[in-house]
C-alpha cells in the first residue's frame, strides 16, 4: 500500500476526470484488499478511504448540480433560440 | 406611389422599425429618393415645386394640381425642357435612371441587397449549425460525465463499505485467536 497515494484519484475526482478516478481506484481497491488480506492494512488507511469517499461524493454532488444547471440552460436557449431564427428567417424573406 | 415608396423606406428605421432596419439599403433607398423629389435645373421652371410638386418636411410629395396648370399655361417650354425625357435629359432622365439603379434586376440596389442578405442568411445559418453542433457536444458530454461520476460514487461507497466490514471482521478475529 506504501506505494500507492489517495491523491491522483483526488486530483482525478477534482478536476472533473470521472473515468481516469475511476481506473485509479479499482487499483487502490485491489491494493487495499490485498493489504487487508494480508494483515498491513490499518485503521488509518480505512478512515483515509472514508474520507476519500465522503469527499469525492460531496464533489460528485456539486459538479451534477451545475452540469445539470448547464444542461438546463442549453435546453432553454434551444427552445428561444431555435423559434427566433426561424422567425427572423421568414422576415427577411418577406421583405423582399 | 413616390409617397408610398418614402412611407416604406421610413418605416424600416427607428427603434421599431422594419426587419431591414440598420440595413445599408434603407439609407441608399432613401438617398435615391431624394435625388428625385430635389431635382433642380436651369430655367424658369428648377425644381418639381414649380409644377406643383411641394416636397414636405417628412419626404412626401404634396401636388397642387393648379400650379402645374399654370405653368403649362404660362411657360409650356419650360415646362417640356425641365421634365425632359427618360432617354434624353431632364427630370425623366434622372427619375427613370434612379428607378433603373434600384429595380434593376441584375445590378439594381434591390436585388443586389437580396444577394447580399441571402448569402449572409446562409452564413449565419451554418454559424448556428456549427454552434448546434457544439452545444450537442457538451450536452452528451454532460450526460455522460454525470453517468460516469454516478458509477463511481457508487462503486466506492459500495466497495469502502466492504472493506470497512472486512477490516473490521479481521479485526475481531485477530483479537478472538490473541
Same mark, same amino acid.
Given at each position: 500500500?506504501?506505494? =500507492?497515494?489517495?491523491?491522483?484519484?483526488?486530483? #482525478?475526482?477534482?478536476?472533473?476526470? =470521472?473515468?481516469?478516478? &475511476?481506473?485509479?481506484?479499482?487499483?487502490?481497491? &485491489?491494493? /487495499?484488499?490485498?493489504?487487508? /488480506?494480508?494483515?498491513?492494512? *490499518?485503521?488509518?488507511?480505512?478512515?483515509? *478511504?472514508?474520507?476519500?469517499?465522503?469527499?469525492?461524493? /460531496?464533489?460528485?454532488?456539486?459538479?451534477?448540480?451545475?452540469? &445539470?444547471?448547464? /444542461?438546463?440552460?442549453?435546453?432553454? #436557449?434551444?427552445?428561444? +433560440? +431555435? #423559434? &427566433?431564427?426561424?422567425?427572423?428567417?421568414?422576415?427577411?424573406?418577406?421583405? =423582399? | $406611389?413616390?409617397?408610398?415608396?418614402?412611407?416604406?423606406?421610413?418605416?424600416?428605421?427607428?427603434?421599431?422599425?422594419?426587419?431591414?432596419?440598420?440595413?445599408?439599403?434603407?439609407?441608399?433607398?432613401?438617398?435615391?429618393?431624394?435625388?428625385?423629389?430635389?431635382?433642380?435645373?436651369?430655367?424658369?421652371?428648377?425644381?418639381?415645386?414649380?409644377?406643383?410638386?411641394?416636397?414636405?418636411?417628412?419626404?412626401?410629395?404634396?401636388?397642387?394640381?393648379?400650379?402645374?396648370?399654370?405653368?403649362?399655361? !404660362?411657360?409650356?417650354?419650360?415646362?417640356?425642357?425641365?421634365?425632359?425625357?427618360?432617354?434624353?435629359?431632364?427630370?425623366?432622365?434622372?427619375?427613370?435612371?434612379?428607378?433603373?439603379?434600384?429595380?434593376?434586376?441584375?445590378?439594381?440596389?434591390?436585388?443586389?441587397?437580396? !444577394?447580399? $442578405?441571402?448569402?449572409?442568411?446562409?452564413?449565419?445559418? @451554418?454559424?448556428?449549425?456549427?454552434?448546434?453542433?457544439?452545444?450537442?457536444?457538451?450536452?452528451?458530454?454532460?450526460?455522460?460525465? $454525470?453517468?460516469?461520476?454516478?458509477?463511481?460514487? @457508487?462503486?466506492?461507497?459500495?466497495?469502502?463499505?466492504?472493506?470497512?466490514?472486512?477490516?473490521?471482521?479481521?479485526?475481531?478475529?485477530?483479537?478472538?485467536?490473541?
Amino acid at each position: 500500500m506504501e506505494q =500507492f497515494s489517495l491523491e491522483p484519484i483526488r486530483q #482525478a475526482v477534482n478536476s472533473e476526470e =470521472f473515468d481516469r478516478a &475511476g481506473r485509479l481506484w479499482e487499483q487502490y481497491a &485491489g491494493q /487495499l484488499h490485498q493489504a487487508i /488480506l494480508d494483515g498491513s492494512a *490499518t485503521g488509518a488507511m480505512l478512515s483515509e *478511504t472514508r474520507q476519500l469517499v465522503d469527499w469525492s461524493a /460531496l464533489v460528485v454532488k456539486a459538479f451534477r448540480a451545475h452540469a &445539470g444547471a448547464q /444542461l438546463n440552460s442549453l435546453h432553454v #436557449a434551444e427552445v428561444y +433560440g +431555435g #423559434a &427566433g431564427s426561424r422567425e427572423s428567417r421568414a422576415i427577411i424573406r418577406a421583405s =423582399f | $406611389m413616390y409617397n408610398a415608396a418614402v412611407d416604406e423606406v421610413t418605416g424600416q428605421r427607428g427603434q421599431s422599425g422594419g426587419a431591414l432596419g440598420g440595413q445599408a439599403v434603407v439609407g441608399q433607398l432613401s438617398r435615391i429618393l431624394s435625388s428625385i423629389s430635389t431635382y433642380s435645373a436651369s430655367g424658369q421652371i428648377n425644381v418639381l415645386e414649380d409644377l406643383g410638386l411641394k416636397l414636405e418636411t417628412n419626404g412626401r410629395l404634396t401636388y397642387a394640381p393648379f400650379t402645374l396648370i399654370g405653368a403649362e399655361l !404660362t411657360n409650356p417650354a419650360s415646362v417640356t425642357s425641365f421634365l425632359g425625357s427618360a432617354a434624353g435629359g431632364g427630370f425623366l432622365k434622372v427619375a427613370t435612371d434612379a428607378l433603373t439603379s434600384v429595380e434593376d434586376s441584375v445590378t439594381g440596389l434591390l436585388k443586389t441587397s437580396e !444577394t447580399d $442578405m441571402t448569402s449572409q442568411i446562409a452564413k449565419l445559418g @451554418a454559424t448556428i449549425a456549427d454552434k448546434q453542433t457544439k452545444v450537442d457536444a457538451l450536452q452528451i458530454r454532460l450526460q455522460n460525465q $454525470m453517468a460516469v461520476s454516478d458509477a463511481l460514487i @457508487a462503486a466506492m461507497e459500495q466497495q469502502a463499505s466492504y472493506f470497512s466490514s472486512m477490516f473490521a471482521a479481521q479485526q475481531t478475529a485477530d483479537q478472538m485467536y490473541k
